[in-house]
């Protein structure tokens, strides 16, 4: 083999080599870029889950069925809107690509099942509110989806990766 030819096998290693390490990085950044993404949205999550919140307030009448907003306490009112805010946090986020809207309806949406009849007309005509009060809605939707699927469909659902986009 002359010279030029080893040229051309160094070169065409060199492109080789290259090829393999992009994919590499491309998969590592991929999987990171996931995990960043469940990292981000389980801080979101918490916020809608804080021991001093709406959530963690009601939930005991949740689950024994007797939850009903009471619009005359202002603390619990003031909570409530906070639980809004949250809930706006994270479609913020979720549009811009940073957590997604497929996981909700597991983590949120059986709240958002007992929370949604009790948003007001006023809270639903708000346009401050539009984006929580919607995505209250889509999840509780969502939530009634999931309820149709039988096991094998909710683990089938439950198990792809929801973060990456």
């Not at 986020?93 to 497929?102: F, M």
Request: glycine fraction near 4%; hydrophobic fraction near 40%.
């Amino acid at each position: 083999m002359t010279l030029a030819d080893w040229t051309h096998v160094t070169a065409i290693l060199g492109v080789i080599i290259a090829v393999c390490t992009y994919v590499t990085t491309s998969r590592a950044q991929i999987k990171q870029r996931s995990i960043d993404n469940a990292i981000r949205y389980m801080d979101f999550h918490a916020k809608l889950f804080s021991p001093d919140g709406y959530i963690y307030a009601n939930v005991k009448a949740m689950e024994n069925e007797t939850y009903k907003r009471d619009k005359n306490d202002s603390e619990m009112e003031l909570k409530f809107h906070a639980l809004l805010s949250a809930c706006e946090n994270i479609v913020l986020l979720q549009k811009a690509g940073g957590i997604p809207r497929s996981i909700n309806a597991y983590m949120f949406g059986w709240f958002a099942k007992k929370i949604y009849p009790e948003i007001t007309d006023n809270e639903k005509a708000e346009p401050y509110w539009e984006l929580a009060v919607d995505f209250i809605r889509e999840t509780k939707l969502e939530a009634e989806k999931l309820d149709t699927m039988s096991k094998d469909e909710r683990l089938a659902y439950l198990n792809k990766n929801h973060f990456i986009f």
